[in-house]
């Protein structure tokens, strides 16, 4: 989420888990299926319902578990989020709801903002979201008269071409009320993965180098040379959703891929198997012979997380250490040892062109070593060791030295970038809808009990006896239209693709739509989702497709 670290540091959340479920009086969470994807943080936000009654409101297509709890569930159309939340602030400002010494003392281009509102009354809003005027009109009064109010997200608003402008709505949102910067507040964007967030940090974006400083400024560019003794390019890399299409061209010839599969879990899969197919070579370090691993001209195998010494960095920025429970099985070697041996390879091949400066980097002997250049590199893991973190503190980036006690609450008292800056957005439809040919809508994501391409949990029995095959959420009206009863096998056809699965007959999905998920091969969503990108983060539009559906007879 490149385009997030610019404005709000790095796309993590403002806010600590435990202080969200703590202080907030009011919480907006907008797709994000917390109670199944992130059911730790999920079971906090219930208990916060439960017990100290604060008001949650959830903005979802689907009927999700959270919605039970909810004290109102906005079902839009999907797709349709900068439209609904455009449409609460135009009421907040008509109400006169706003915070405005918090909106003059903190930010700027108010005026701008404010005029894009303008065209977000509540009428043309619930023609283009679905959702009642009388719901619109209790939700803005709900979200602004409740202080504080935090908001929760996840893929649901970001697996869209307009990505990045919905974060960017979320944003407006919280300081048009004065809720960024205050315990109970913040935008929040729940992170997938264990360390998603570390990788991020670390540099694994194509325009950063660790702590999101930027590739192609030149002070960069010079201190990260000097520190690792090779000269380096200046310009921005590819994402990996920009890495496929470069292969399936020719414009890129080989690929080193650590831990992911994209067979499964990219979108367009017959595209994704013509990209892997033309490369020169590829190379894959995984824990498992995956999918992707039929592409492979060399498999390195790493070692999984029991394996591992070193540190996670989770959704909330803190990081947290990692103790090696076993050792490594069989042939495995430490994932960042299988790396160090390519790098020093590779530079003793020439293809980087070492600088006079003695060779710093690559002589690692522990994660220890690997943290400790990362403490001199990365100013906001400065003052992260080993030691502290064993000791029990709880630090959370930024860290500015050994005796900071870290910065749980972002953008206290002010913005990262000095004045929190407004940005007018626009409501921009999918780019795929439904028409004639295709008239229903795919969505995609994920079940409680598996994880993306299923590697490991499609290897746990127990897994397996709860949720042992695909299911396509389909709605009634839908089912009985199509002639589902005994049979409940359906096709459900793309314009890339096709897939046959059981069908779960449910109102979790209103009509019109269905919701499958990448997690078993032979009936993978990514057979029919589409490769269409946000022009900023580049993360595929797999919310959104058109899709037909039809009884398997
Ligand atoms: N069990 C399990 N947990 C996981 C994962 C897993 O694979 N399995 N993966 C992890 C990872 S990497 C991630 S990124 C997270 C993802 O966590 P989530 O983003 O919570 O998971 P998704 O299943 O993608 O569902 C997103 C929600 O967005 C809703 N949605 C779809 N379209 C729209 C829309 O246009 N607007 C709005 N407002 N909502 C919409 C969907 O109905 C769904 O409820 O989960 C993490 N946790
Ligand atoms: N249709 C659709 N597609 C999606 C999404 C969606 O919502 N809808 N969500 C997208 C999102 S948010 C995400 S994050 C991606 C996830 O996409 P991927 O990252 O490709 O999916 P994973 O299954 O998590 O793949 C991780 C691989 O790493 C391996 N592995 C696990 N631990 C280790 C380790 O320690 N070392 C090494 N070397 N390998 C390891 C596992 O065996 C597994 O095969 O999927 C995306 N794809
Ligand atoms: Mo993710």
Redesign the pocket.
Known sequence: MAGLATSFGSGAMTNPMDDVAAHSQAMLVIGSNTTEQHPVFGTMLRQAVLKRHAKLIVADPRKIDLTEFATLHLRLKPGTDIALLNGLMYIILEKGWEDKAYIAERTENFDEFKANIMNYPPDAVSETTGIPVEQLYEAAEILATTKPASIMWA?GI??HTVGVQNVMTCANFQMLLGNMGVPGGGVNPLR??NN?QGACDMGGLPNFYPAYQWVNQEPNQKKFEAAWGVSLPANIGMTVTEMMPAAANGKLKALYI?????I????DTNHIRHALDTLDFMVL????P?E?AEYADVL??????A??EGTFTNTERRVQRVHQAIQPIGNARQ?WEITQEIARRVIELGSRKPSDAPHAAWNFTSPADIMAEINALAPSYAGISYERLDRGERLHWPVKDAEHGGTPILHVGKFARGLGKFAATVHVPPVEMPDNDYPMLLS???VLYH??????TRRAEGLMEVYGQSLVELNPDDARRLGVNGNKRVRVASRRGVIEAEAWVTDRVPPGMVY???HFPEV???Q??IAALDPIAK??E??ICAVKVELVK
Do not use: C
């Open positions: 893929m970001t697996q997938g993965q998603v650590l831990g992911e599969n994209p499964m879990s990219d979108p370090q995984e824990i498992f995956s992707t390195l195998p790493g070692v999984s997380f394996e591992k994932d995609t994501g994920r994880w993306h391409g299923g590697e490991m499958a998920n990448f993978n969503a990514n029919l989702t993360i595929p797999y919310k």
